[in-house]
């Protein structure tokens, strides 16, 4: 079920149910969450029509839609519509994903949209995720070397490439650990499964000189230990990484180091 950070003492109440439009034949039903902060009122659910023969076959384009034809007022975030950036993440029909690849007729009946659950709500479907961007920092997503660059670039063999593979493929969507449940409730200390994935791409990295320090960091009851293998992040997963087994990674790595 869906659980999402509301105003105190707030349940989302049924909004408003804009009218069919003239002439369509083929309509699908969106039920789209809508809250305002600074309209002083609650969160509610909005009912939507949307002309399928007008958009495109993408959850993204019906919001779009949405927007253009229905209500400008819709808030959500969007970018690249290819899958890459990650923005337009967020609840659709009961799972994290991302919209724009998420086509519509992968739904049955009303679709229900919703901003990530467990994040404070900026506007209608756009989550407040500074936390979650301060943990990625956190791991320090970058190189980190003692040796002198060398004049060309850093090799590395193409076995020692592989191991990346399933690793930076990560769009930092927010999908996985908006998705956990030790994410939610322990997202102040737990670093969550996209922040931990990034740090195991680096520590398995041949090129990175800093695992001792890497680990060290990481060696904490609450930043790494709080997954409990839910296997909520591998299941909601928009680019069918597994987050869940870099996390076991992480761990054999720690526990190879402290034998």
């Not at 990650?86 to 007729?105: L, P, V």
Request: hydrophobic share 30%; charged share 25%.
């Amino acid at each position: 079920m869906v659980q999402l950070t509301l105003p105190k003492g707030s349940q989302p109440t049924k909004g408003k149910s804009w009218p069919k439009p003239d002439g369509a034949k083929n309509i699908r039903t969106f039920k789209v969450y809508r809250y305002d902060p600074e309209s002083g009122d609650g969160p509610r659910w909005d009912t939507y029509k949307v002309d399928t023969d007008e958009c495109g076959p993408m959850v993204l384009d019906a919001i779009l839609w949405i927007k253009d034809n229905i209500d400008p007022s819709l808030a959500f975030r969007r970018s690249c519509r290819e899958g890459v950036c990650g923005s337009c993440s967020m609840n659709i029909g009961g799972g994290n994903t991302i919209a724009c690849t998420s086509g519509i007729d992968e739904y049955s009946g009303t679709i229900t949209i919703s901003p990530l659950p467990h994040q404070p709500v900026v506007k209608d479907l756009i989550p407040d995720l500074t936390q979650f961007y301060a943990q990625h920092a956190e791991v320090k997503p970058y190189l980190q070397t003692d040796t002198p660059a060398p004049e060309g670039e850093w090799k590395q063999s193409p076995e020692q490439r592989e191991k990346l593979d399933g690793l930076y493929e990560c769009i930092m969507c927010a999908s996985c650990s908006t998705a956990c449940p030790s994410y939610w409730w322990n997202g102040d200390k737990y670093l969550g499964p996209a922040a931990l994935l990034q740090s195991y791409r680096w520590l398995v990295d041949s090129r990175d000189e800093a695992q001792g320090e890497r680990l060290d960091e990481l060696n904490d009851p609450f930043k790494l230990y709080r997954c409990h293998t839910i296997m909520n992040c591998a299941q909601v997963c928009p680019k069918g990484l597994n987050p869940a087994e870099a996390i076991a990674g992480i761990k054999t790595m720690m526990a190879k180091r402290e034998s």
